[in-house]
């Protein structure tokens, strides 16, 4: 892994930029039906989808000045792949940068989402320079708002996802909060 550029260092993450080659780890990560039960109600993602469209989009963002993109996490002590964090144009607000993550289960709830994070928003505002953050996520998953929240994210309001975002999801299983912060408060 020490071929690859670190994006930045925490005192037990390392994140890098993805490669071609890559695309067996979030293969490995989006199968947890568990993993993914936020996002696709546990179906996992296939492995064409993951080589032919995702990792093209993730490889895409890194030329991008400042940065942003899709970074993988690795744990400094072993090398050992745990995840991604991402920053990046939001979805629903391209004048907001969108802060996401998504861990391996195994290393959930040992304040790991919380450390890459945190790590990405003093990049983001500090050497970055970007004037606002937001993140989302649905209402029950509570570990993640919690993440948001201990982040130092605000509450900002609750809505719903489109069905283009969660095809077959009940409107009651797309409700979703969003929270933010900028430059400033953040400060």
């Not at 067996?24 to 064409?48: A, C, N, Q, W």
């Not at 993951?50 to 400094?76: F, K, M, N």
């Not at 570990?143 to 969660?166: I, M, N, P």
């Not at 095809?167 to 929270?179: F, I, L, N, Q, S």
Request: aromatic residues 12%.
């Amino acid at each position: 892994m020490e071929q690859h550029k670190h994006i930045l260092k925490t005192h037990r993450l390392y994140l890098r930029e993805f490669q071609l080659e890559d695309a067996h780890l979030l293969y490995d990560l989006d199968s947890d039906p568990e993993v993914m039960r936020f996002i696709t109600k546990g179906v996992p993602t296939p492995l064409d989808q993951i080589q032919d469209v995702i990792l093209p989009r993730i490889l895409s963002y890194y030329p991008r000045v400042p940065p942003e993109g899709c970074w993988a996490a690795h744990l400094v002590a072993t090398n050992e792949f745990i995840g991604w964090f991402h920053l990046r144009a939001d979805r629903i607000d391209p004048h907001e940068m969108e802060l996401g993550y998504r861990l391996k289960r195994i290393y959930w709830r040992k304040g790991l989402a919380t450390e890459g994070s945190l790590a990405l928003l003093h990049k983001t505002f500090g050497d970055w320079g970007h004037a606002t953050v937001s993140g989302r996520t649905l209402v029950g998953n509570r570990a993640s708002r919690r993440v948001l929240e201990k982040c130092g994210l605000l509450f900002v309001g609750e809505f719903f996802y489109g069905q283009d975002s969660c095809p077959g999801w009940t409107e009651d299983e797309r409700r979703a909060v969003k929270y933010g912060i900028t430059r400033d408060k953040w400060s």
